[in-house]
């Protein structure tokens, strides 16, 4: 009888339970995150407004970076494919044979169909998965490409860059157009500014979004440079919103970065309209430094970080990134611990619960969501062991040895004039834009003076009062810098400290004799021509008109 009375009384407290849950909590079942990775191409540090920047303004970005958790020691490879492919797999372009430049369109070599991608654990979990813009990982075969590597869907182009109206990639003065919808070559909206497609055909899918949670990766063209005819591309429109900006190219530079932002903030706002955003994960982050100067320079400002995209230095490596997402409770702060591009995948793949094989990568949830110290130590974020250039960051040293084009991207590069702007406008911009406005039912109130002091912690401080410029010769000998203490890579300390020298020396020849070997051909393919296949980059390997 009391086993009987025992068992009443527990139906009626779930009864009660049940009642509660659906008139309070509609007992909404708990689903997986949907993931949004925005990534900007060759975009300097310094051209995010969230750093300091008065020249242009990115207020969709900073809205977005403010309300998140700013990852102020985000590091990626120095150039293109490699960043790709590390994050792709979650491993380090050298054990990958992925190290040595990018994917040139006349190579026939790819990301080897040996590992499995972000975009394939992700389908397998259930996610529909979109890959939208730059692909850069090979393209000779089919089996190489994006619908064949885990993606539901692609829209965009095969190679590092493309015109950002009419879509033709030069390489290395052969011309060929570039663009496909899934598997297909398309001319759809042809001559619609690149930036502006790939935000209508992200905003697209998250409004058709079905049941399935969403993975969609949109790698932007922007503010990479277009071909060698026209560098710099934006329409006039936008570029005549700059015209206090003096110098010609910042000047496009800033309409092709006031574009992208303004296409987050359309995002952000379609995730919110969707009704997705609560339950949405954003990444942003650049895929390497901006690029000053030399061949298919952007006019992109790392400043004050040393160097710039293709070399060893923090301007190509720690790079603008953060996390947006309202499942995360502690946010509107910076995180400063060790991330480098192969933690994404194990990252993500946590927060949504997903289990992956073997990866060089940390997974990072746990420690960016709960502020813990980073399970990171240890950073490679150069190492090409044809160029004969690496470095590697252990603790709070960086190693540096060796260098690129003979030095000449070694300086202060990208130095700006400083534009007067009024603090309250800055945050007002930011707080009054797309994203901004989108976020404000998410997180706790964003103040003016909050945006204001993040900004002022998200500046990178050299130190130069404290900190003498000393010489530094990489191709004569390795030069160590205590990074902490001295982010612009000014002191070099070898002498004062050899036995850390000798270490990471140590360190680094167990990196070389580890390395896979590259992937690379070095050879042209004369079977890439695009004028054998209609003037259109194709996978020339296995072609067909069929």
Not at 519 to 537: E, I
Request: proline share 5%; net charge negative.
């Amino acid at each position: 009888m009391l086993k009987m009375k025992r068992n009443i009384l527990a139906y009626f407290l779930l009864l009660i339970i049940f009642v509660h849950c659906e008139k309070i909590l509609k007992c909404k079942k708990v689903e997986k995150p949907n993931i949004v990775i925005i990534m900007a191409d060759d975009m300097g540090s310094f051209d995010a407004s969230y750093r300091g920047s008065n020249e242009f303004l990115t207020p969709n970005i900073d809205a977005l970076a403010y309300n998140g958790i700013i990852l102020d020691r985000f590091y990626t490879p120095p150039v293109c494919t490699p960043s790709r492919a590390s994050v792709m797999t979650g491993k380090y372009p050298h054990t990958i044979g992925m190290q040595n430049f990018v994917v040139r369109a006349v190579e026939a070599y790819a990301l080897g169909n040996d590992q499995t991608l972000m975009s394939d654990y992700f389908k397998q979990a259930g996610y529909s998965t979109h890959l939208i813009g730059k692909w850069h990982l090979g393209f000779y075969e089919k089996k190489f490409t994006p619908t064949y590597r885990g993606f539901d869907t692609f829209f965009g182009y095969y190679n590092g860059f493309i015109d950002y109206f009419n879509r033709t990639h030069y390489s290395f003065n052969t011309p060929g157009y570039d663009f496909r919808r899934n598997k297909e070559v398309t001319y759809e909206n042809f001559g619609e500014y690149a930036t502006t497609l790939f935000t209508n055909e992200a905003v697209k899918l998250i409004k058709n979004k079905n049941d399935e949670p969403l993975f969609m990766m949109v790698n932007h063209l922007a503010p990479h440079t277009a071909n060698n005819y026209e560098l710099m591309q934006a329409p006039q429109e936008e570029i005549d919103k700059f015209k206090h900006i003096e110098d010609p190219n910042r000047r496009i530079l800033a309409a092709m970065i006031s574009k992208l932002d303004d296409g987050i903030g359309q995002i952000v706002e379609a995730l919110e309209d969707a009704n997705i955003l609560d339950n949405t994960i954003i990444l942003f982050y650049s895929d390497n430094g901006g690029k000053f100067t030399g061949r298919f320079n952007n006019y992109g400002s790392n400043f004050p970080l040393r160097g710039q995209k293709n070399s060893p230095w923090e301007g190509a490596v720690r790079n603008l990134a953060f996390i947006f997402s309202p499942l995360i409770g502690n946010s509107q702060r910076i995180y400063d611990g060790y991330m480098y591009t192969a933690d994404v995948l194990p990252t993500l793949a946590s927060a949504a619960g997903i289990k992956i094989g073997d990866v060089e990568g940390y997974d990072m949830w746990n420690a960016i969501i709960n502020k813990k110290i980073s399970p990171r130590s240890e950073v490679i974020p150069s190492f090409d062991n044809i160029s004969g250039h690496s470095s590697i960051i252990l603790d709070k040293w960086k190693f540096v040895n060796g260098t690129t084009f003979d030095g000449i991207y070694d300086g202060y590069l990208g130095i700006i004039p400083e534009y007067n702007l009024d603090p309250n406008e800055y945050a007002n911009r930011v707080s009054s834009s797309i994203a901004g406005k989108a976020l404000e039912n998410y997180g706790k109130t964003l103040s003016n003076g909050k945006i204001l002091n993040l900004r002022r912690n998200a500046m990178i401080d050299c130190n130069e009062k404290q900190i003498p410029l000393t010489l530094c010769e990489p191709l004569k000998s390795p030069c160590l810098f205590d990074i902490h203490r001295d982010p612009c890579e000014r002191e070099n300390l070898s002498s004062m400290f050899p036995d850390v020298v000798a270490k990471l020396q140590q360190r680094m020849l167990e990196i070389v004799e580890s390395a896979a070997p590259v992937r690379r051909t070095f050879v042209d393919d004369p079977l890439s021509n695009p004028a054998l296949y209609n003037n259109t980059w194709v996978s020339y390997r296995d072609y067909s008109e069929i």
